[in-house]
């Protein structure tokens, strides 16, 4: 009886291919400039049952990393 959402987190969702609701493992797909995004699998049958968007907190500007031009000219080849 002693329910506990602590965390909101999709522990389970329903798979249309199972026919009923399975864990989910949780997948980083790619990462945006603000966020990443993650899939849900299907523990079982990897089945992708949905995306989320976690964005991240905001970052102040850094300056990318430029890279160092290369010198060309000093090694002949
Ligand atoms: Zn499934």
């Known amino acids: 009886m ?3 959402f602590g ?3 999709a522990s ?6 199972c026919g009923r609701a399975q864990p989910v493992r949780e997948r980083l797909l790619l ?4 966020g990443e995004l993650y899939e849900f699998l299907c ?12 964005t ?5 500007l850094a300056p990318v990393a430029a ?3 290369q010198r ?6």
């Open 56 to 60: 991240a907190p905001p970052r102040p």
């Open 12 to 17: 389970e969702l329903y798979c249309p291919r």
């Open 72 to 77: 060309r000219g000093l090694i002949g080849r």
């Open 31 to 34: 990462i945006l400039p603000d």
């Open 43 to 54: 523990a079982r049958c990897a089945t992708s049952l949905g995306k989320r968007t976690v």
């Open 2 to 4: 002693a329910q506990q």
């Open 67 to 69: 890279r160092p031009p």
């Open 7 to 9: 965390t909101f987190t």
